[in-house]
């Protein structure tokens, strides 16, 4: 059984938004609240014919923040931003030239603070099959797709425990083919699994 755009709204309607590992948290435990800079990303569906894909981008190599890294498009808010929705969407179409118009919004995840001291909010949002893409090449190296079934699976997400100054902290990640989702990223995707998984892929 693959993960359908009503399987989606469906979980996400009628679940408790899917948490962040307690243990993964622990590392970001020390931050004060106030010391955080908000931001937001743009976790996008698209449908194809072989199922629902999400959205990827490559970081480009040259940001002071996580260069190189596979994440959602996304960034922090900015000031005439009315809502972390208005800045994932401004973000996407900054970053890989993805039109308001292809994006039709779900929702959102609870907000996840980071060791980079932002406190990301993961929007959720069906995007056009047929959108197109215009890299930044200051911000983005490549944009990919990658199905969903395979995401969302709990068998594909891999962690491992480590101990730093007597705490107990957990890290995700996820290959597929020649990329390494990891970090924060994997840390979404965990609890997007928790909330839209269906059990039975």
């Known amino acids: 059984m693959h993960l359908t755009r009503m399987t989606v709204l469906r ?9 962040y590992s307690a243990e993964s948290l622990q590392r970001v435990a020390h931050i004060p609240d106030h010391n955080l ?34 994440s959602f498009p996304g960034g922090k808010c900015e000031r005439g931003d009315a809502s972390v929705y208005e800045t994932a969407i401004r973000e996407a179409w900054e970053e890989i030239g ?16 980071t060791i980079s001291y932002f406190s990301i909010t993961p929007v959720l949002a069906f995007v056009s099959p047929d ?10 190296d490549e944009v990919f797709e990658v ?18 100054k007597n705490a107990r902290h957990k890290v995700f990640a996820i290959p597929y ?14 609890a997007l699994q928790k909330q839209i ?5």
């Open 11 to 19: 979980n996400f309607q009628l679940r408790q938004p899917g948490d």
């Open 37 to 70: 800079r908000k931001a937001a990303v743009l976790v996008a569906f698209v449908e194809r014919p072989s199922g629902l894909n999400v959205i990827f981008t490559k970081r480009a190599a040259q940001l002071k923040h996580h260069p190189g890294q596979v």
């Open 98 to 113: 993805l039109a308001h118009r292809h994006v039709e919004l779900i929702g959102c995840l609870p907000e996840l603070k």
């Open 131 to 140: 959108y197109q893409v215009t890299i930044e090449p200051g911000e983005v």
């Open 147 to 164: 199905p969903a079934d395979y995401l969302l699976h709990p068998r594909n997400l891999h962690h491992d425990t480590f101990v730093l």
């Open 177 to 190: 083919q020649r990329h390494f989702i990891w970090g924060a990223t994997a840390q979404i995707v965990h």
């Open 197 to 201: 998984h269906t059990g039975n892929l």
